[in-house]
């Protein structure tokens, strides 16, 4: 079945851009979602890919997605404080129940 | 629009009580909900996937004697935590998927906080 790996911790300084990085293990998900949660909150669906795209942008967010090598990213230009919170990825399996990495912690720091 | 509720927000239950927790998809229709239990710091896991008008399908070793899923309607699907012990303290989480969606995407309630003391 799907794994999905991410790393645990990000810190970054405000205005910097932050990037986060996922791997998967099984290229059959359709779609690669990244969601965000913030403390004591569920998540929220920030943006998601298609699988036979490269690259999708949408606004400060970037997501570079690298099927060869199984590796998803998340890229937030201009950091702010505001968007201090948890990352997750996802991928699906084939029933579309959705299978979630560790979730990465950013921290902005003003 | 998507928008998924959750009630409790938070509980608070002595051992041996049963706890409900409802999950509703506010302004679409879902099939198919799913259940999802969080530890601090750590990941979502899921915990069953809920069909309207079928019974629940629970992951390995989830005790569905224990964690009562009932899918009555297409906006409604409640988790009972039955016989509840200071163990089953936790961020439960559900999400819907939308009748309509094509992509598998999830939309998430905000999650019950329950502490078993």
């Known amino acids: 079945g799907e794994d999905v790996e991410q790393s645990l911790f990000l810190s970054v300084r405000e205005g910097d851009s932050s990037v986060i990085n996922c791997t998967y293990t099984?290229?059959?998900?359709?779609?690669l979602y990244w969601y965000k949660q913030e403390p004591g909150a569920g998540l929220q669906l920030l943006t998601y890919i298609f699988s036979n795209m490269d690259m999708k942008q949408d606004q400060r967010l970037t997501v570079l997605l690298n099927k060869k090598d199984k590796h998803l990213s998340l890229r937030i230009a201009d950091t702010q404080t505001g968007d201090s919170a948890i990352y997750f990825c996802?991928?699906?399996?084939?029933?579309?129940?959705?299978?979630f990495g560790q979730g990465t912690e950013l921290s902005v720091k003003p | 629009g998507a928008v998924v509720s959750q009630h409790p927000s938070r509980v608070i239950c002595k051992s041996g009580t049963s706890v409900k927790i409802e999950c509703r998809s506010l302004?679409?229709?879902?099939?198919?909900m799913f259940w999802y239990r969080q530890f601090p710091k750590k990941s979502l896991m899921l915990m069953a996937t809920?069909?309207?008008?079928?019974?629940?399908?629970?992951e390995q070793g989830v005790e569905k004697d224990k964690f009562l899923i009932n899918h009555a309607s297409l906006t409604l699907s409640t988790l009972t935590v039955t016989s509840a012990h200071p163990e089953d303290s936790s961020f439960y989480i559900c999400?819907?998927?939308?009748?309509?969606?094509?992509?598998?995407?999830?939309?998430f309630g905000p999650g019950t906080r329950l502490t078993v003391t």
């Open positions: 999400s819907a998927r939308d009748l309509r969606g094509s992509n598998y995407e999830q939309y």
């Open positions: 809920s069909n309207e008008g079928s019974k629940a399908t629970y």
């Open positions: 996802a991928g699906h399996s084939q029933g579309g129940k959705l299978i």
């Open positions: 099984d290229s059959s998900s359709t779609y």
């Open positions: 302004d679409f229709q879902a099939t198919t």
